[in-house]
């Protein structure tokens, strides 16, 4: 018998142009950790080249890959992959698919300003509450300097839903 239970959040896998630029940025700004320098893969035998064949299938030839930790221990690997393409707008929320992750600052404000000055951007002209008036819940939009779409809360994803429908 099968028992249902939440599964924790291990890592997430973020696709940059420039790994090294991306490692700078996340480190300095988001403040995390590098657990494991820039590294190159392979398209080989090797255990991690066969695995890697798994997912992308054949003639992916090389990548590099970066692996980070933020603060409450989540992994995040930063890949650059040969030939990488940066879409003019990442931002298409109606395909199926993850369009942005978050992460919590009880300084929304300050974060988004950093973020603007490594060369990310704003996609809200500045943070709305979700409860105007009566409690202090902030969030906003960001893109990282690669057009990754990041989310900015000031509280717990807990209290800010808890409270209901908005």
Avoid at 75 to 100: A, C, M, R, S
Avoid at 160 to 166: D, F, K, L, T
Wanted: glycine share 8%; net charge negative; aromatic share 16%.
């Amino acid at each position: 018998m099968s028992t249902t239970y939440p599964r924790s959040f291990s890592h997430i896998g973020i696709s940059v142009p420039d790994l090294d630029a991306a490692v700078k940025f996340y480190t300095d700004v988001m403040g995390w950790y590098l657990i494991m320098a820039p590294t190159e893969v392979v398209e080989d035998s090797s255990p991690i080249g066969e695995m890697c064949t798994d997912v992308f299938g054949p003639h992916w030839d090389k990548f590099r890959i970066a692996h980070l930790s933020t603060g409450d221990r989540i992994g995040v690997e930063l890949f650059e992959f040969k030939g990488q393409v940066n879409p003019e707008d990442n931002f298409e929320y109606w395909k199926t698919g993850i369009f942005h992750f978050c992460v919590q600052d009880p300084n929304v404000e300050e974060l988004a300003d950093k973020i603007v000055a490594a060369g990310g951007k704003k996609r809200m002209p500045k943070p709305r509450y979700y409860y105007p008036g009566r409690k202090p819940y902030r969030m906003i939009y960001m893109e990282d300097p690669f057009g990754n779409i990041l989310e900015i809360y000031s509280h717990s994803y807990e209290l800010i839903y808890s409270e209901g429908a908005y």
